[in-house]
C-alpha cells in the first residue's frame, strides 16, 4: 500500500472537499446562460419523444390493419376449402384433386411398368391409386387433357401370380374401372388406364406407357 495513503476506511485528503465542490447535475444549473442553453435541448428532447410516440401510434396501427387482412384472407382460404391440405404440384401437366388436395400429373418419359413405378417414386409420388368412384371419374375427366397426348398409361394396379390386383400403396382395391371384358392378360399383368379412362392389364407389365402418378399431401 502506498504511505501516501490513508489507513483502510478513510477518504485521502481532500476528497471530500473535492466533491463538495463539483456538480451533481448540470440539468439543475438553469440560472444564467447556462440555464438558457439547457431549455432548448429538454425542448428538442421533447420534441423527439413526442414524434417517436406518433409515430409508434402509425406502426400500431399498420400492424392492425395488415393483421385484418391477413385474417381476412385466411378466412377466405379456409371457408374454400376447410378440410383440405394441397400437396406440391409444380408438375407442368399437374392438377390438383379439390376433393383430396392430392396432386396427379404424368411421368416425362414411357418405359415399362416397374421402371414408371420407381420414376414416380423418385418424384416423391406413387403410381395413381383410387380410392372411391369420385376419384375414378375426376381422373377420367382430367386424362383427355394431359397435355394433348392420348395414350393407355400405366396405373398402380399389379399382380402377384393369379391372385388378385394390388395397389403399390398396399390400400384394399374398393374403386375400379375396368373395361368390358377386362382384366384378362394374367397372370402377373399391371393396370393401365386407356384414353377413355377405362382399366386394362397389360401381360408381364412390359409395355412402353407413360404412367399417372399421385402425390399425397
Sequence with gaps: MDPSDGPPGTDAPGTEEASADAPTDTLLAVDGPAGDAVAPVLDAASDVRADKDRSDAVGDAGKSEAATDAGSGDARQADARPDVVNAPCTETEGIINPSNGHCYFLTPKSDVWTLIRDECVRLASHLVTTESNAEVAFITSW?????GRPGDRWIGLYQVGSGPFQWV??????S???AAGEP???PGACGRMQPDGT???WALCDGSFRGIC???P
Design 143 to 147: 386424362l383427355p387433357t394431359n397435355g
Design 169 to 174: 400403396t398396399g390400400e384394399a382395391v374398393v
Design 176 to 178: 375400379t374401372n375396368w
Design 184 to 186: 384378362n392378360d394374367g
Design 199 to 201: 382399366w386394362a392389364d
Design 214 to 216: 399421385e402425390r399425397d
